[in-house]
């Protein structure tokens, strides 16, 4: 497993920008799969973005797509969501995630490795 920490969440208006990152900790991470969830209030964890290991394949929520990209630099065990355009339903906790299972593609939804999470908040 991996350690993952998480940061860039904060307050922005309707049509802003975030940028979000998640430092991984351990010799192995960047053979893992990663990705992105979020957790609005009272709903359930849903999906965001993934990016294979290599950094070459993405894959988005289609309430994303267009709007969010995903990334990943190895050399730094660290990977981005770049979030423009953002809306008022995109405010959420948004969870780091990583998973050993690389060879998985589409991406699984029930990765292994989690961090903490970042509020995001999008106002009017």
Known sequence: QVQLVESGGGLVQ???SLRLSCAASGR??????MGWFRQAPGKER?????????GFSTYYADSVKGRFTISRDNAKNT????MNSLKP???????????SRYTIWPPPTDFGSWGQGTQVTVSL
Request: with cysteine.
């Open 14 to 16: 309707a049509g802003g």
């Open 79 to 82: 990977q981005y969501l770049q």
């Open 46 to 54: 849903e999906f965001v973005a993934a990016v294979d290991w290599r």
């Open 89 to 99: 339903e995109d405010t959420a906790v948004y969870y780091c995630a990583a998973d």
């Open 28 to 33: 192995t991470a960047r053979f893992y799969l």
